[in-house]
């Protein structure tokens, strides 16, 4: 049985060992090592780390606490790392763990977003931070163990907090992954769509248009991958895109799965949308990158005479070329041309020979309009006779005409209140021929 005590002189801790039961005492000097803070402050040295032959820890400074600290015991100095957040101190960095892993010493300390993972460099004697877990947020790494050649730990991530991180030692394994789409990489996390990398899906007809692109997911690590599947499309058009051909769930250390997504606009226009890909990589689950494509559609329009014709239009104008005006039965026409316009941004297709259709009417039956009534009129601008004809035409049009003598060559217009107007021609041998408003 021993019996420990304790004596202080001239800053010189003596710890005393009484061997009762040898009836000796024997004593054993503890002496301070070096003193941290200035003056009367209390140093507080924690975190107790040897590296590299220096002991590494945290330590209070003058007006900051929690700051690293090395000391050397050939030189007796201690050393401020002030590096630390902020650059140069001003700020506690906080300093709240401190561990040697596969051969490096990591420290958690405040960084300008947060308390996130900061790895020592020998080379300059500096902290620098390793990793950012959570973006503009506070990481928090902790609890840490070794496993399977690994670290892990428990740390905030930018997307639903606390999850399971994991440092790879030189000797573990460990899957990572990397999409690439025609042959490029595409980063996690990449907003800007190219055609280089196939994120741009580039134009499709809304109407039956579809486009397919293909990216691989590559693990580059020495580990399984493991894919949360389905691969999930988000944004605001979503529905414009589909997974025709899903990834394996699970893909070896050096091998790659393929995911075919196809693109089928709704609408005209960029139409915009995002993949996330789930995996077990340690720091890019999800991984995701933005999509985007074009919808096309040809749009025509008519127009007759430099004016625009509406799709349905009923009611024909001389002014859009849509009434062609009088023309003779015998030998006379009249051509109109139409111009057709593709406003659209895609190509139009023309259904050829244009058709023309429509209702023509009964043409009128002359000789039964003939029976109805027949007179004489003498006198006119051209003198002699002129032979005015009445009577109502089949379907019950009423018809007036006048024909200039000499009547047996001669041509007259007979108009009807029915539709529009038609003409009557007389032969030379009286025989009657008609026409009427075509439509």
């Known amino acids: 049985m021993r019996l420990y005590g304790l004596n202080v002189e001239n800053r010189k801790l003596t710890l005393f060992v009484f061997a009762a039961l040898?009836?000796?005492?024997?004593?054993?000097?503890?002496?301070?090592?070096?003193?941290?803070?200035?003056?009367?402050?209390?140093?507080?040295?924690?975190?107790?780390?040897?590296?590299?032959?220096?002991?590494f820890m945290e330590g209070a400074a003058s007006g900051t606490n929690d700051e690293p600290f090395r000391f050397n015991p050939t030189t007796g100095m201690v050393t401020q790392i002030t590096n630390a957040n902020p650059p140069g101190g001003g700020a506690d960095s906080n300093l709240?763990?401190?561990?040697?892993?596969?051969?490096?010493?990591?420290?958690?300390?405040?960084?300008?977003?947060?308390?996130?993972?900061?790895?020592?460099?020998?080379?300059?004697?500096?902290?620098?931070r390793h990793v950012d877990l959570n973006g503009s947020g506070d990481g928090f790494p902790r609890s840490f163990q070794e496993f399977d050649g690994n670290l892990y730990f428990s740390?905030?991530?930018?997307?639903?907090?606390?999850?399971?991180?994991?440092?790879?030692?030189?000797?573990?394994?460990?899957?990572?992954?990397?999409?690439?789409?025609?042959?490029?990489?595409i980063a996690d996390g990449d907003s800007t769509p190219t055609a280089g990398d196939n994120t741009d899906f580039g134009s499709a007809l809304v109407a039956g248009g579809t486009i397919d692109k293909t990216f691989v997911i590559n693990n580059t690590g020495t580990g399984v991958l493991s894919i949360t599947l389905p691969v999930s499309i988000s944004g605001s058009h979503a529905s414009n895109f589909m997974?025709?051909?899903?990834?394996?769930?699970?893909?070896?250390?050096?091998?790659?799965?393929?995911?075919?997504?196809r693109f089928d606009p709704s609408a005209t226009g960029t139409r915009s949308a995002a993949i996330s890909i789930g995996n077990s990589d340690s720091n890019e689950n999800p991984y995701n990158f933005s999509i985007q494509g074009t919808g096309t559609a040809p749009e025509m329009d008519v127009s007759g005479n430099g004016t625009a014709i509406s799709d349905g239009d009923t009611t024909p104008t001389a002014a859009d070329n849509t009434d062609f005006g009088d023309a003779l039965v015998a030998g006379e026409t009249v051509d109109k041309v139409f111009v057709i316009d593709n406003s659209g941004s895609a190509t139009l297709n023309l259904t050829l020979p244009v058709s023309v259709g429509g209702t023509i009417g009964a043409p009128l039956d002359i000789p039964q309009c003939m029976r109805t009534r027949r007179t004489l009129v003498r006198g006119g601008a051209v003198g002699g006779c002129r032979r005015a004809l009445?009577?109502?035409?089949?379907?019950?049009?009423?018809?007036?005409?006048?024909?200039?003598?000499?009547?047996?060559?001669?041509?007259?217009?007979l108009r009807t209140d029915g539709s529009g107007s038609s003409r009557?021609?007389?032969?030379?041998?009286?025989?009657?021929?008609?026409?009427?408003?075509?439509?």
């Not at 009557?424 to 439509?439: D, N, P, T």
Request: charged share 15%; proline share 4%.
């Open 243 to 261: 997974v025709t051909s899903a990834p394996s769930a699970s893909i070896a250390a050096g091998g790659n799965s393929s995911v075919t997504v």
């Open 390 to 413: 009445h009577g109502r035409c089949r379907g019950g049009r009423a018809y007036s005409g006048m024909i200039p003598k000499p009547c047996r060559v001669s041509r007259a217009a």
């Open 22 to 55: 040898m009836g000796l005492a024997s004593a054993q000097t503890v002496e301070l090592a070096v003193q941290i803070a200035a003056g009367a402050l209390d140093g507080d040295p924690n975190l107790l780390t040897p590296f590299m032959g220096e002991l």
């Open 155 to 185: 740390a905030m991530d930018t997307n639903v907090g606390d999850e399971l991180f994991r440092l790879l030692g030189s000797g573990g394994t460990a899957p990572e992954i990397n999409v690439t789409g025609n042959g490029t990489s």
């Open 424 to 439: 009557l021609a007389l032969s030379r041998a009286s025989a009657w021929e008609s026409s009427g408003r075509r439509s």
């Open 96 to 128: 709240t763990s401190q561990f040697v892993f596969d051969g490096n010493l990591y420290a958690v300390m405040e960084s300008d977003t947060g308390r996130e993972l900061f790895k020592y460099n020998t080379s300059t004697s500096q902290y620098a």
